[in-house]
T-cell receptor
Framework: AQSVSQHNHHVILSEAASLELGCNYS??????LFWYVQYPGQHLQLLLK??????LVKGIKGFEAEFIKSKFSFNLRKPSVQWSDTAEYFC?????????FGAGTTVTVRA | DAGVIQSPRHEVTEMGQEVTLRCKPI?????LFWYRQTMMRGLELLIY????????DSGMPEDRFSAKMPNASFSTLKIQPSEPRDSAVYFC???????????FGQGTRLTVV
């Protein structure tokens, strides 16, 4: 069975700091990978996705993620965060039509 | 396209009552997911459909929960009877064969008192 694990439960950082959120998945077959963001009180929105090709994927709002197949990882990064990036971030894997999410990482950006 | 549409947005009901949550997926999408989100348990996949057929309902917590997808444009999640521990935000999401990523509805906030 596929699973997704996110390393950090809660990350607190200051504006302009760099952000990296870890994500590992366990599944031996073909997977499509995603990062979603959920702002307080809102639904999940797609940040970026990886299907194939260049393992470095760029998404919206200055986020990017790198797929490292050998490590089964898909880490999310942003060079310089803003207060408005305060949200919960979810890594997700879809395989055989099943979309599974990690537990989420709450990111708090202090002004 | 209006995106994934869920109704109602908020539902408050008494314990023991039947609750029906509704979802209209994005036109053309053939996969539909129901999730439940709580502070304690995070985001849980309850059930998902592909081409209107339930593929995996192992996440449905109890027999009190049931879901249907009678056609490509409509799905329901029913709880009967409802209990206070069912209080959560229920999200519906749809995708096209897993290739598009899933698009989420606004969610239904259910409160069972």
């Amino acid at each position: 069975a596929q699973s997704v694990s996110q390393h950090n439960h809660h990350v607190i950082l200051s504006e302009a700091a760099s952000l990296e959120l870890g994500c590992n998945y366990s599944y031996g077959g073909t997977v499509n990978l995603f990062w979603y963001v959920q702002y307080p009180g809102q639904h999940l929105q797609l940040l970026l996705k990886y299907f194939s090709g260049d393992p470095l994927v760029k998404g919206i709002k200055g986020f990017e993620a790198e797929f490292i197949k050998s490590k089964f990882s898909f880490n999310l990064r942003k060079p310089s965060v803003q207060w408005s990036d305060t949200a919960e971030y979810f890594c997700a894997v879809i395989s055989d039509y099943k979309l599974s999410f990690g537990a989420g990482t709450t990111v708090t950006v202090r002004a | 396209d209006a995106g994934v549409i869920q109704s109602p947005r908020h539902e408050v009901t008494e314990m023991g009552q039947e609750v029906t949550l509704r979802c209209k997926p994005i036109s053309g999408h053939n996969s539909l997911f129901w999730y439940r989100q709580t502070m304690m348990r995070g985001l849980e996949l309850l059930i998902y459909f592909n081409n209107n057929v339930p593929i995996d309902d192992s996440g449905m917590p109890e027999d009190r929960f049931s879901a249907k997808m009678p056609n490509a444009s409509f799905s329901t999640l029913k709880i009967q009877p409802s209990e206070p521990r069912d209080s959560a935000v229920y999200f519906c999401a749809s995708s096209f064969s897993g290739t598009t990523g899933a698009f989420f509805g606004q969610g239904t906030r259910l409160t069972v008192v």
